[in-house]
């Protein structure tokens, strides 16, 4: 049974909050902030707290945007990508799992090691223009 995941889309002007992943899954490539949804946790609840946790901002939950299903060797996961408002996202900085944060337009995107799928999810879902 795959874990249950979520991941915060947060877009500040054109720009999307991106952290590297310091630890696997996906150390080292750039995703969304977001992870595993904690017993007796809402998803809503579980994208705030990813958010806090990793880069030490307030956000609000929003809209659904998609399901994502992904696999790391023997894991397999379903995740629950929201849009999500943040407060000072200026004031962010890493923590946690994430080993650096950055704000990134799509241009930028595509010369960071991204985390497969993560751009054309986005420009399907029409987060991103393509």
Same mark, same amino acid.
């Given at each position: ?7 915060? %889309?947060?877009?500040?002007? +054109? #720009?999307? &909050?991106?952290?590297?992943?310091? #630890? ?7 995703? %969304? ?5 904690? $017993? ?5 609840? /579980? *994208? ?6 990793? =880069?030490? &901002? ?8 998609g399901w994502v299903e992904r696999s790391a060797g023997e894991e397999r996961? &379903? %995740?629950? +990508?929201?849009? *999500?408002?943040? &407060? ?5 900085? /890493?923590? +946690? +799992? /994430?080993?650096? !944060? =950055? ?6 995107? =595509? !010369? ?7 751009? $054309?999810?986005?420009?399907e879902h029409g987060v991103l223009e393509?």
């Amino acid at each position: 049974m795959p874990a249950c995941c979520v991941g915060a %889309i947060a877009l500040w002007g +054109d #720009k999307l &909050l991106l952290v590297r992943r310091g #630890k696997p899954p996906g150390q080292g490539y750039w995703s %969304i902030p977001g992870g595993h949804v904690e $017993p007796g946790e809402s998803w809503q609840e /579980a *994208v705030e707290r990813e958010v806090l946790e990793e =880069t030490g &901002l307030v956000a609000t939950c929003g809209a659904f945007v998609g399901w994502v299903e992904r696999s790391a060797g023997e894991e397999r996961y &379903l %995740i629950a +990508d929201f849009l *999500v408002d943040v &407060l000072a996202p200026e004031t962010a900085a /890493a923590a +946690d +799992d /994430a080993a650096e !944060l =950055t704000f990134a337009d799509v241009e930028q995107m =595509t !010369l960071l090691p991204m985390a497969p799928g993560l751009l $054309p999810f986005l420009t399907e879902h029409g987060v991103l223009e393509g």
